[in-house]
């Protein structure tokens, strides 16, 4: 074995470790065992790293020798796809993984290593007995420092399908989104623990549980884009089980960051938030079951394997004790206020995490059949795309709604004439907007439904900010800028959680136009001809090759007009990927013509010698929506998280100022 190996054997000791002191520490009330816990946790940190850093420095000089190098690489492999191999099969994530658990373990104790928690014991004692886990995993099941025989002249290389970009830049983000919601889940835990089952938990974890959740929505959306661009079938979401597995946690963590809200501002839904973040904590490892187990097929799964059985073990280990703990907790669970009013804000809550649930459980349902019918019949039978669609577009569009009237509602109840005052030009527009709609022809009643929402969402936030400005306007004896100014600065969060609203509206939007109102075409064509789709005019009009360092491009040189314009060229091409170990591969890479209406898009599906070739070709309304609503909702989150770090340093700023004026009283009284 090498040295990394005996590197990640040390760190799962001292994560053993760590678990001891922390839970000795907590029971026998001693603070040094409980310091050791935090430092073991740091040792953990440096001592994955330096192994991971030694895996990554074996792909980087070829040591064919270790058979991981050896399947996912070769000597043709660009440093940029090389680095990214690290996490390409399933040795190196879950190594990748281990790591990451063990970073945010240490920068949480850093970060709060000035601060008195009674939770925080718990908090990375929990979070070290998930890290021991992922830790055995690796060393005992999957170890990426597994030596060949002997070493081979070359390694197999890089699947072509993962050479892209997103290689480098998605699977990070999905896993900072899965690892970072072990934190929320640690401090679910150590609330039942310790019976301190008050805002106090999720007052310490929102944070952790917002980077979760937008590390989470980045990794889906660059996910979609690469799908979009790579598999060349112009669409960006199918429903494919290793997807699915993804969309789950992000569900529930939805629901959990706005049901939080609830308890936070009036000691309800307890329950709810225990359920949800543990769900949310459950499906990430769910998800992994499926990648890894191989008992669905897909086209981003692993192999079957073994593994897939201690995971299963796992999640229901942390299920019992889950329901054990809420079992004994029962009484301080209970809300401590009680929903007065169906016009209220917690009310609104209440129905989404209904509606969040019954999607998550449905969709839940719909990837897990194919094992459910092996099981009984003998064979998988999948629920194709028909039945995630059909589900899915009634829930979403309450969903949206609720989203959309959600800034209209107050705490306990809300009284009918401030409604009126702030809904009245909203609703009237949104219904103007229909009526509009409807006879311009746009009959298709979830697209008329999602578009007035939309209309309704928007207007609601507007008419909101107005108001409010007018309102400091008239206070403050300013112009309007100044007063706008003044409102947002005073409530960032609130309207930075608006701008996260608007950007999930353009995403609701953009899925409309790709899906109801999409245009496509696939036919054979020869060099000179030309088609017509939508509003394009597309002329084929020439086929070539060229060899690159580690693949042969076959391209074709696509005309596009509109009228007599000709507004841009295209070149469609297929990819024949080498390797010295293993036979050239095929794949299919887009060309597109994108702007705010539309993308058209263009794959290469099949050629022939004599120069014609069939084409897939899309008109995608709306496309690029999908990628700014999804950087409106990552800005929204940002500011929301810079401004409660801004917050929570003036408090310990005042706090340790407090301290300094208290010890200069002591020590003034001792002379």
């Known amino acids: 074995m090498s040295f990394g190996f005996y590197l990640l054997l040390t760190a799962f000791m001292l994560t053993a470790y760590t678990i001891w002191a922390g839970a000795s520490g907590l029971k026998l009330k001693e603070n040094k065992l409980i310091k050791n816990a935090q430092l ?96 055995g995993l690796v060393i005992f099941y999957s170890n990426p420092f597994e030596k060949l025989g002997s070493a081979l002249p070359d390694g197999y290389g890089l699947n072509p399908l993962l050479q892209n970009p997103q290689m480098v830049f998605h699977p990070p983000s999905l896993f900072l989104g899965f690892v970072g919601f072990t934190i929320p889940f640690a401090f679910a835990l150590a609330a039942l623990m310790k019976g301190d089952l008050s805002q106090k938990w999720l007052n310490e974890s929102r944070n952790w549980s917002l980077f979760a959740w937008i590390s989470l929505t980045i990794g889906n959306v660059l996910g979609a884009q690469w799908a979009y661009v790579e598999l060349g079938w112009g669409g960006y979401w199918a429903w494919d089980p290793v997807e699915n597995a993804s969309l789950l946690p992000w569900l529930t963590g939805t629901a959990f960051i706005h049901s939080l809200m609830a308890q936070r501002s009036r000691s309800m839904m307890k329950t709810w938030n225990i359920s949800l973040v543990v769900a949310t904590f459950l499906l990430t490892i769910l998800g992994t079951f499926i990648t890894r ?85 003998g064979k998988q039978i999948a629920l194709g795309e028909k039945f995630f669609n059909t589900v ?101 969060r609130r309207y930075a959680a608006y701008l996260v609203h608007i950007g999930v509206v ?79 591969q095929r794949t299919s890479e887009a060309a597109l013509l994108s702007n705010l209406k539309e993308d058209l898009f263009i794959s290469l599906a099949s050629y022939q010698e004599n120069g014609s070739a069939t084409f897939a070709i899309k008109i995608n309304p709306l496309m690029n929506w999908m990628w700014i609503g999804s950087f409106i909702v990552t800005l929204g989150v940002i500011i929301i998280l810079i401004h409660a770090m801004g917050r929570k340093k003036k408090e310990t700023a005042k706090i340790e100022k407090a301290e300094k004026k208290n010890t200069k009283k002591k020590k003034s009284k001792g002379k």
């Not at 099969?89 to 945010?104: P, R």
């Not at 209970?334 to 209904?354: C, G, H, T, V």
Request: proline share 2%; charged share 15%; glycine share 6%.
């Open 40 to 135: 073991a946790i740091y040792g953990q940190f440096f001592l994955i790293t330096l192994s991971i850093g030694l895996l990554a420095y074996a792909f980087i000089t070829r040591d064919f020798s270790l058979r991981y190098v050896a399947e996912y690489s070769d000597r043709k492999l660009s440093l940029f796809y090389t680095i990214s191999s690290v996490w390409a099969g399933q040795a190196g994530s879950l190594l990748f993984w281990a790591w990451l658990l063990t970073a945010f373990n240490a920068l949480y104790v850093y970060v709060n290593r000035k601060k008195e928690s009674s939770l925080k014991p718990y908090v990375f004692t929990i979070h070290s007995a998930v890290t021991v886990f992922f830790l």
């Open 293 to 377: 187990s191989g008992i669905i097929s897909s086209v981003h799964a692993f192999g079957r394997s073994s593994i897939g059985t201690l995971f299963l073990v796992f999640m229901g280990i942390v299920f019992v004790v889950t329901v054990m703990l809420m079992i004994w907790r029962k009484s301080k669970l209970k809300s401590e206020a009680s929903i007065d009013s169906l016009m209220s804000r917690e009310f609104n809550f209440l129905l989404n995490n209904f509606v969040f649930i019954i999607l998550t459980v449905t969709i839940l349902w719909g990837t897990l059949y194919p094992a459910f019918t092996e099981l009984f019949i």
């Open 506 to 584: 353009m995403i609701f939007l953009s899925i409309v136009g790709t899906t109801a109102y999409k245009q496509e075409k696939e036919l054979t064509m020869k060099k000179g001809e030309s088609t017509t789709i939508g509003s394009y005019r597309i002329e084929y009009n020439q086929m070539g090759e060229r060899h690159e360092k580690n693949k042969d491009v076959l391209y074709t040189e696509m005309k596009i007009f509109q009228g007599d314009k000709q507004i841009g060229t295209l070149y469609p091409q297929s990819h024949f990927h080498k390797s010295t170990m293993r036979e050239s």
């Open 392 to 492: 899915s577009v009634p829930f979403g569009i309450v969903m949206f709604l609720l989203l959309a009237i959600c800034p209209l509602l107050t705490w306990k109840q809300t009284k009918v004439n401030v409604l009126i005052k702030k809904a009245t030009y909203s609703f009237a527009g949104a219904l103007i907007f229909a009526i509009i709609l409807f006879f311009a022809g746009i009959k298709h009643f979830p697209s008329l439904a999602v578009f007035t929402i939309a209309f309704l969402a928007v207007g609601v936030i507007f008419t909101e900010l107005f108001q409010s400005a007018s309102a400091k306007k008239e206070q403050h004896g300013e112009n309007f800028f100044q007063a706008l100014k003044r409102v947002l600065n005073t409530q960032t």
